[in-house]
């Protein structure tokens, strides 16, 4: 998966690790919706964060987009009480493996499409907000 430029390859590999942590704990929180602790949520919310800021120094527009979006989400969790339901984590999740997708081919990721996450974390909120599941 090398790309042969070691800033890149660093980021590929720092955010497939923060991925794995992100997704990890999304599944626990839709496992076990009780163990939504503000040390949990700050811990997603942060390696959202990182990949964001990462993927801006590298000027890495769409993977920035998506995790800027997502981390939007979670920063709407952990500050505004949204409560994290199961279309919030849902969708959450879908970002997330659209984001490992775009880290493993991180050379074509500003030309891929994002448009079906981000409408669906939208979507997510929008509904959650509403009171609706």
């Known amino acids: 998966m ?3 430029d070691r800033l890149l390859d660093i980021f590929q590999d720092e955010t497939l690790e923060r991925l794995d ?4 704990g999304l ?3 839709e496992n076990s919706p009780s163990d939504l602790t503000p040390e949990l949520i700050n811990s997603i919310f942060r ?3 990182s990949i964001k800021a990462g993927s801006n120094l590298l000027k890495l527009t769409v993977i ?3 995790s800027h979006k997502l981390e939007n989400v979670l920063e709407m969790i952990r500050s505004e009480g949204l409560i994290p339901t199961e279309l919030i984590i849902t969708a959450s999740l879908e970002s997330v493996d659209k984001l490992r997708s775009l880290t493993e081919d991180v050379l074509n990721s500003n030309t891929k499409s994002i448009r079906l ?3 669906m974390l939208e979507v997510s909120v929008q509904r959650a ?3 609706e599941s």
């Open 64 to 66: 920035e987009e998506l």
């Open 27 to 29: 599944l626990q929180l």
């Open 129 to 131: 907000l509403a009171g």
């Open 117 to 119: 996450q981000k409408t």
């Open 47 to 49: 390696d959202a964060h």
């Open 21 to 24: 942590n992100i997704e990890t």
């Open 2 to 4: 090398s790309t042969g």
